[in-house]
């Protein structure tokens, strides 16, 4: 599972990203922040079941403060869209590499509107350039179904989900578009519709620090969930807290100064504070928590050797906290932990009603779970 950030140039990706992969002092225990220039760690809050038990977990990786479990996942800076992508204009190729693999989008978009359709300075317009990113990944999934249409003797369905299986689109998605009506019967019309099912979207409207929220509405309007962030602030805040200036948790709503600062750091740092209060937060874990559960309806499950204490076999407490799409069940969840546990499955066991569950039983949000395996 993976989150992409797309948009057009100079919107503030690499920013986002950069506060999203940033290694605060307390996340710091995992160890590949970048794995690629482009594809980073990240990571999305759980409510940890510890605190049902009473006592602190110890997760192998990620890391769990105050009862939120910061849990990894995957992130790609992908790059830029310029209106032609589909032609071969910018790196329209490389970044339709980059945004197959992506569940869900995260459109990255400058609420000041300072900026064109390429990224230069100059007059912009998010709502516009919402349309155009989304309107060039149609284009270009356009020519693939084209492509796929017309070079296979298979049923549609089928040729189609041979044509897109490399963009993450599964047959399913496919099915439901063809269920549609199409007015214009075009090809266009379908791809936007599949892209609609298959790759839900969430725009984060950057730079909010610097713009007066004119074009929040107007995004909204759109029909997309939509979030105010500020990349800089939550870089900002984040290097503060590793230097140990301030206390800061990811996404929250507030920090706290814990040393001497002079007064150019408090004054920067008290604006940070006045667009806290105002928004929340800075915005950029809210856009990865929604994208990771609320969009691409994924629930984290707590894997267990021992059903009783909640712990592995080193006595490490909830050591591991995985993310499966809903609706997995408890055999492909052992699958999905190793391919042996998968083979070797018996049943599983709720760690909190310690009742058995089968194997096609459906994993809840949150389960703490052992799989019981045969030797
Ligand atoms: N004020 C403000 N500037 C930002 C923010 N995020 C990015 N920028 C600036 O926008 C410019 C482009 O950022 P960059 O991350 O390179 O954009 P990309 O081309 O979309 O990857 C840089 O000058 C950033 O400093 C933000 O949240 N607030
Ligand atoms: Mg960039």
């Not at 990203?17 to 290694?23: Q, S």
Request: some cysteine; charged content about 25%.
């Amino acid at each position: 599972m993976q989150l992409g950030l797309i948009g057009k140039p100079n919107v503030g990706k690499s920013t986002f990203f950069k506060a999203a992969t940033l290694r605060d002092v307390e996340i710091a225990n995992y160890p590949f922040t970048t794995i690629k220039p482009n594809l980073g760690v990240t990571h999305v809050r759980v409510k940890c079941p510890h605190s049902e038990l009473k006592i602190n977990c110890n997760p192998r990786r990620g890391t769990c403060i105050d009862g939120t479990r910061f849990v990894p996942i995957d992130i790609y800076d992908v790059a830029g869209l310029v209106p032609g992508a589909h032609l071969g204009k910018g790196l329209g190729n490389k970044f339709l590499d980059d945004a197959r693999r992506s569940k869900v989008l995260i459109m990255v978009v400058d609420a000041t509107a300072k900026t064109d359709k390429e990224g230069n300075e100059g007059e912009g317009n998010p709502v516009e350039d919402v349309k155009f990113v989304l309107e060039e990944f149609d284009y270009w999934s356009a020519n693939i179904i084209k492509k796929s249409i017309n070079t296979k003797t298979k049923s549609t369905a089928e040729a189609l989900e041979d044509g897109l299986s490399g963009l993450g689109i599964k047959r399913s998605h496919i099915e439901s578009a063809l269920k549609i009506k199409y007015p214009t019967g075009e090809c266009l019309e379908f791809a936007s519709i599949l892209r609609k099912i298959s790759k839900p979207l969430i725009i984060a409207a950057n730079k909010s620090d610097s713009s007066d929220g004119t074009w929040l509405n107007k995004l909204k309007e759109m029909g997309y969930p939509v979030v105010p962030t500020s990349s800089v602030y939550e870089i900002t805040l984040r290097k503060a807290s590793e230097v140990g200036l301030i206390k800061y948790i990811p996404g929250a709503s507030d920090f706290e100064i814990i040393k001497e600062i002079n007064e150019k750091q408090k004054n920067a740092l008290e604006r940070i504070r006045i667009f806290l209060k105002k928004f929340g937060s800075t915005g950029v874990q809210e856009v990865l928590d929604y994208a990771a559960f609320t969009l691409s309806k994924m629930i984290p499950a707590f894997p267990v050797e021992d059903e009783n204490k909640w712990m592995d076999g080193k006595g490490n407490i909830l050591p591991d906290c995985i993310l499966v799409e809903k609706g997995t069940t408890t055999k492909q969840l052992a699958y999905q932990i190793h391919t042996d546990i998968g083979n070797k499955f018996v049943k599983a066991i709720d760690g909190r009603t310690k009742k058995g569950l089968g194997a096609n039983h459906e994993v809840e949000e949150c389960a703490v779970i052992k799989i019981s395996t045969r030797r």
